[in-house]
């Protein structure tokens, strides 16, 4: 069993940044896919960043060029470094793991581990 707890959001205003962490238990989080989702009112999951065991990074569009995702495995933690952030970026953020780095990173459906999400909140 994996237990993650995110932290670090907030409002922000657009424009502005946030830095979110997630940590996790476990023995082997150096093996996990980790991933970032987000869910705004009334929208579908949808996925914003994942990392891969070995470093490889993947990034929804929308997001590209303004997130950083990375990892400090010796700490068990993924971050998301949020800057240029917009009124759209508001939605609640879920970290996410994959023990088995199954390919597909950007699909919900591959992880098997959630935390109880964080919001952000980006005034415009």
């Known amino acids: 069993q994996v237990q993650l707890v995110e932290s670090g959001g907030g409002l922000a205003q657009a424009g502005g940044s946030l830095r979110l962490s997630c940590a996790a238990s476990?023995?082997?989080?150096?093996?996990?896919?980790m991933g970032w989702f987000r869910q705004a009112p009334g929208k579908e999951r949808e996925f914003v960043a994942a990392?891969?065991?070995?470093?490889?990074?993947t990034y929804y569009e929308s997001v590209k060029g303004r997130f950083t995702i990375s990892r400090d495995n010796a700490k068990n933690t993924v971050y998301l470094q949020m800057t240029g952030l917009k009124p759209e970026d508001t939605a609640v953020y879920y970290c996410?793991?994959?023990?088995?780095?199954?390919?597909?990173?950007?699909?919900?459906?591959?992880?098997?581990?959630w935390g109880q999400g964080t919001q952000v909140t980006v005034s415009s």
């Open positions: 996410a793991a994959d023990p088995y780095g199954r390919s597909g990173d950007y699909d919900s459906r591959n992880y098997d581990y």
């Open positions: 990392i891969s065991r070995s470093g490889g990074r």
């Open positions: 476990g023995r082997t989080f150096s093996s996990y896919t």
